[in-house]
């Protein structure tokens, strides 16, 4: 009797997975790459050991620095590769992603208004991702130009911003608004 071991493609539910390691040093970094390409090797030699969706050609690995940067499309088999970045090198830092954005956020508002203040003349909707900003991107860069005050953001996560709005615990439309507008500076290609 023959047995045979299948491996399927990602499903739609899949999503691009960013896993950043941030370590003490350069050489520790790079000792963690090469500690990740062994394992993108021995999984094109074994890939019936391995529990994961994706083929080890289609994970890209990079450095900068003291940062090693992982990419693989999945469901969110990066288990193992999390395992060789923890133990090789103990990193400072794990960080993992899943549909990477960097996004600039800029809102107007009237001059000399502090972001507080904003809060309360802007109210609804506008308010709560203001409120959700300041917690998670901390507090804007100010500029004033003319009789406007612009508050930027600047995000770096998991992706908020698709359809034309920000997802951040509810949908916050931008489009059609006016004093809001959203960049995106990347959309998970870190390479």
Same mark, same amino acid.
């Given at each position: 009797?023959?047995?045979?071991?299948?491996?399927?493609?990602?499903?739609?539910? =899949?999503?691009?997975?960013?896993?950043?390691?941030?370590?003490? #040093?350069?050489?520790?970094?790079?000792?963690?790459?090469? +500690?990740?390409? *062994?394992?993108? /090797?021995? $999984?094109?030699?074994? &890939?019936?050991?391995?529990?994961?969706?994706?083929?080890?050609?289609?994970?890209?690995? =990079?450095?900068?620095?003291?940062?090693?940067?992982?990419?693989?499309?999945?469901?969110?088999?990066? #288990?193992?590769?999390?395992?060789? $970045?923890?133990?090789? =090198?103990?990193? @400072?830092?794990? /960080?993992?992603?899943?549909?990477?954005?960097?996004?600039?956020?800029?809102?107007?508002?009237? *001059?000399?208004?502090?972001?507080?203040?904003?809060?309360?003349?802007?109210?609804?909707?506008?308010?709560?991702?203001?409120?959700?900003?300041?917690?998670?991107? %901390? &507090?804007?860069?100010?500029?004033? @130009?003319?009789?406007? *005050?612009?508050?930027?953001?600047?995000?770096? %996560?998991?992706?908020?911003?698709?359809?034309?709005?920000?997802?951040?615990?509810?949908?916050?439309?931008?489009?059609?608004?006016?004093?809001? /507008?959203?960049? /995106?500076?990347?959309?998970? +290609?870190?390479?």
């Amino acid at each position: 009797m023959k047995w045979r071991v299948f491996k399927f493609r990602p499903s739609s539910h =899949s999503d691009d997975y960013l896993i950043i390691a941030t370590y003490r #040093d350069g050489k520790a970094a790079e000792k963690a790459k090469q +500690a990740l390409q *062994r394992l993108l /090797e021995d $999984m094109r030699k074994n &890939p019936g050991i391995y529990d994961t969706d994706w083929r080890p050609d289609d994970a890209k690995i =990079s450095t900068i620095g003291e940062k090693v940067f992982f990419q693989v499309y999945t469901a969110g088999y990066v #288990d193992c590769v999390e395992s060789i $970045m923890k133990k090789v =090198s103990k990193p @400072v830092e794990l /960080e993992r992603y899943q549909n990477y954005q960097e996004l600039t956020i800029r809102v107007k508002a009237p *001059r000399n208004l502090t972001p507080e203040a904003a809060v309360l003349i802007l109210g609804g909707d506008e308010a709560e991702v203001i409120k959700w900003l300041i917690k998670n991107c %901390g &507090p804007p860069e100010i500029t004033d @130009v003319g009789d406007q *005050r612009i508050f930027t953001w600047i995000y770096r %996560g998991d992706e908020i911003y698709y359809d034309r709005a920000l997802h951040v615990g509810f949908v916050f439309q931008v489009d059609g608004r006016a004093n809001w /507008e959203v960049e /995106e500076t990347t959309t998970g +290609a870190v390479f």
